[in-house]
């Protein structure tokens, strides 16, 4: 029997997050995910009298590639995926995941590789700038499991998150872009935290499900020197299918001088990938009403009513601070108050306190305006 649900999700996609036009080409890219959803969204696409393209991928080949080839391979396929990319005018990224640890293993000279030549070419310089693009998580046992939730729960839980009224968000989201706008100096203080940055001049870009499903959140970035302080990150934080607990970094004039984790090894491999990984690209407040705890799913985890994230690397071209890097790694602060609590402060005034926004004009984006 078909999942009404997928068609609904499906028409949040095509009419709300790509906005589709008769005429356009549209690349639906589907990694383990079931065919039912597939042709839901080609259907969706259909009505909109758009033309579909679909891609389907599967992890595990893609980790056996991504393991086996030479560099110039990696050019080959960048190439190839580039020349599909640039006919698109939007793309619908819908990625299941069976086992969050399926690149654990590869090499990091060979996921530098896919980086390099694959990602970046493909996605950071052709689809993020010139398509309307979406991604999403499909539910799977594997993302129930590191919820902490049955199957059947967690799926009511992700078409509930998935298919929210966005449009709610869209006036209340403007007043904090406003804000974020006009301010110079945020200070961010919890347990085991204390930052201060600038963000004078950088846009801040509100986010309501144009480009990601779940979505809740504006962000903006850094200015790249001004971060300094120290900030303890209290929720699980998984990069490349390694998870890291209990991160910790300080800063110095921007770049994070001491990183510490229950993996700290491997927490500095990464933040030398290149002299961007150790500055910050991004920093976000996430105020999604359905999502109150960690799922160890960063789509999920980054928009947490209550959270914000810090992000080591590149940053986004729409909130640009000039730092480039092939990392881009959202590490997430929840500071309600069961997580510790802790308060932001934009040019002195007291912005959010223990999760919930403080000024009579943010109220609309604390939850029960939301849901």
Known sequence: MKDPRHRQLAEVLVTHSTR?????????????????????????????????????????????????LPEDGFRQWGRMDAFIMEQMQAYIGVRGSHNIAEFSDVPAEQMGYY???????????????RTKWVVLRYPTHSMAQQAGMSS????????KVCTL?????????QVLKEYMEATDRVLIVGPNTELEFSIKGIPAIPCGGEHNIPDGECFTAPVRDSVNGHIQFNTPTVYEGT???????EFQDGRIVNA??????????????????????????????H???????????????????????????????GNRSK???????????????????????????????VPDDLQALNPEHLL
């Open 243 to 249: 998870m890291f607990n209990n991160v910790r970094l």
């Open 165 to 173: 009224d966005y449009s709610k968000m869209t006036r209340p989201m």
């Open 152 to 159: 059947e729960s967690f799926e009511d839980f992700y078409f």
């Open 327 to 357: 990392v881009h790694w959202d590490m997430v602060m929840l500071q309600t108050p069961e997580y510790g609590g802790g308060e932001i402060y934009f040019d002195g005034k007291l912005i959010r306190k223990d999760g919930r926004f």
């Open 291 to 321: 999502i109150t705890r960690p799922m160890m799913d960063i789509l999920f985890d980054e928009k947490m009513a209550g959270s914000f994230h810090f992000t080591p690397g590149q940053a986004y071209e729409e909130a640009d601070n």
């Open 20 to 68: 589709l036009q008769p005429g356009e080409r549209v690349l639906i890219e589907a990694f383990d995910i079931p065919h039912d959803f597939v042709v839901e969204l080609v259907r969706a696409a259909k009505r909109q009298q758009a033309i579909p393209f679909v891609q389907i991928r599967q992890n595990e080949v893609t980790r056996a590639l991504v393991a086996s």
């Open 115 to 129: 980086k390099t030549h694959v990602m970046k070419p493909v996605h950071f310089d052709i689809r993020v700038p």
């Open 260 to 289: 510490t984790a229950d993996k700290t090894d491997r927490l500095n491999q990464i933040l030398n990938t290149d002299e961007g990984a150790r500055y910050i690209g991004e920093f976000a407040i996430g105020f999604n009403p």
